[in-house]
């Protein structure tokens, strides 16, 4: 496997932390089983997270996929 950097989507004030880091474990996973690059997977897993602390509850699939699809820039 590769190394991988992905710049996700930070948020200054997030909604809810806590399960974060499982829910970044779980769109990684949910990538690589999904057979994307490392770079995808690790895009799948960071957008999993970000959507989580932004909204207090962890993605559907199409909501995942929204959320990629216009990826915030990070909050100041």
């Keep these: 496997m590769s190394a991988a ?3 996700g ?3 200054a004030n997030p ?3 806590t399960g974060a880091g499982d829910n970044v474990n779980a769109g990684i996973c949910l990538g690589l089983l999904a057979d994307l690059s490392v770079e ?3 895009c799948t897993g960071t ?3 970000g959507y989580y ?3 207090g509850a962890s993605p559907s699939l199409d909501q995942l996929a929204a ?3 216009e990826l915030p820039g990070p909050e100041q």
Aim: with cysteine.
């Design 53 to 55: 602390v932004r909204n």
């Design 5 to 7: 950097t992905f710049y």
């Design 9 to 11: 989507p930070f948020v």
């Design 40 to 42: 995808q997977a690790l």
């Design 15 to 17: 909604r809810l932390s």
């Design 67 to 69: 959320f990629c699809d």
């Design 47 to 49: 957008a999993t997270s």
